[in-house]
């Protein structure tokens, strides 16, 4: 006889809203996509999530601000980005990130924008206010992991770029990744910074970005995962080619002699240069492959992480390669997180997404082993 539980579960299932325990340790079913489910330690089995966690306001709006030849739009950027970042209070999406986690159990977590912000900004001598904020977004994650009983630990960082736009506001940018339970950490750990990037583009701001590579085993078989966020445009450039150029980097860092798998928001849509270069590499699009004639669409909720925008663009991805069998290049499942109202966190004004973007977790079948 099946347990009231896993009735309960069965049945939310169908209604595509699932059921998660918050033990380590008790497969797990369930995403925020369509109905979906995984059956947890399966031996042939690699789940991997991509999240961008959101810096928590549009720091692109203040970059263009202080880059324009007006200095009289710089302090409201400022100010509009400081008060954002209070509507969209980390604290708070620190817990929903770590509930998606419960009930997606991915082995490795690719987290992207995990932020250092700290402002100390006297703006009284032109009748504004003195602005004092701090947060350290790993911390708050690691802390909201520990309360839900869920042991992910850090495999690796990489420190994308620090910038100081105006004295007393430094923003620092990492890219971190996590393991879980049952992966094994191999030598021959990377995280450095790519050779191709934007540099300065305003006093104070140079912006870099790269990657976190991580050989690990889950299961006894043997994985490389690379975490990345490319370069989005900037001031309405289009930076597709310096995308190309990143992406190719990060292919020809990975070993072809078993499973590799890269992770991230790439800032661009399939069939662009970026994608041609994965796909000429011999990666495949977990999602296109998948989930065939589905948009997929993983960007943005509005700054404000509210309902008044819908996503209209995929540029999050898991990409695979050495996972296939004959004709098909992996198998599994991907589903997204973070866009239900469900999922939607109490705030500090209103209700808000833990994110700008969806997450994307992809339950990848080696048939290779």
Request: hydrophobic share 45%.
């Amino acid at each position: 006889m099946k347990s009231p539980t896993r009735l309960l579960c069965s049945g939310l299932l169908l209604l595509a809203l699932g059921c998660a325990s918050e033990s380590p340790t008790t497969p797990v079913t369930v995403a925020g996509d369509e109905a979906n489910f995984r059956i947890a330690g399966s031996p042939h089995q690699l789940v991997v999530m991509s999240r961008n966690i959101y810096v928590g306001a549009d720091v692109d709006a203040v970059i263009g601000a202080l880059s324009s030849p007006d200095p009289a739009d710089d302090v409201p950027a400022l100010l509009q980005a400081v008060g954002t970042l209070q509507e969209t209070d980390f604290s708070v999406r620190a817990d929903g990130f770590a509930r998606e986690i419960a009930r997606t159990r991915p082995d490795i977590v690719g987290l992207l924008e995990v932020s250092q912000i700290d402002i100390d900004l006297d703006l009284t001598p032109l009748g504004g206010p003195h602005i004092v904020a701090h947060e350290d977004f790993l911390p708050e994650i690691q802390a909201a992991l520990a309360r839900h009983r869920l042991p992910y630990r850090v495999a690796a960082s990489n420190r994308n770029f620090a910038v100081e736009p105006v004295p007393g506001v430094k923003l620092v940018d990492y890219d971190v990744t996590l393991i879980g339970p049952g992966v094994h950490l191999e030598p021959g750990v990377v995280a450095k910074n790519f050779a191709t990037n934007v540099g300065p583009v305003a006093p104070g701001v140079s912006l870099t970005y790269g990657y976190v590579l991580i050989p690990v085993r889950v299961h006894g078989q043997q994985y490389t995962v690379l975490t990345t966020h490319l370069q989005d445009d900037v001031g309405g450039t289009d930076l597709s080619l310096l995308r190309a150029a990143q992406m190719q980097e990060a292919v020809a860092a990975l070993p072809a002699t078993h499973p590799a798998v890269i992770i991230g928001d790439l800032n661009d849509e399939a069939g662009t240069p970026m994608y041609q270069v994965a796909a000429g590499a011999g990666f495949s699009d977990a999602w296109a492959v998948l989930r065939p004639g589905q948009p997929g669409y993983t960007c943005c909720h509005s700054t404000v992480l509210t309902t008044t925008r819908v996503p209209n663009q995929r540029i999050d991805f898991v990409l695979a390669r050495g996972f296939g069998r004959g004709s098909l290049p992996v198998g599994g499942f991907v589903a997204r997180t973070g866009f239900l109202p469900w999922e939607m966190l109490a705030g500090p004004l209103h209700p808000i997404f833990v994110s700008d973007h969806l997450g994307l977790v992809a339950w990848l079948t080696n048939f290779q082993h």
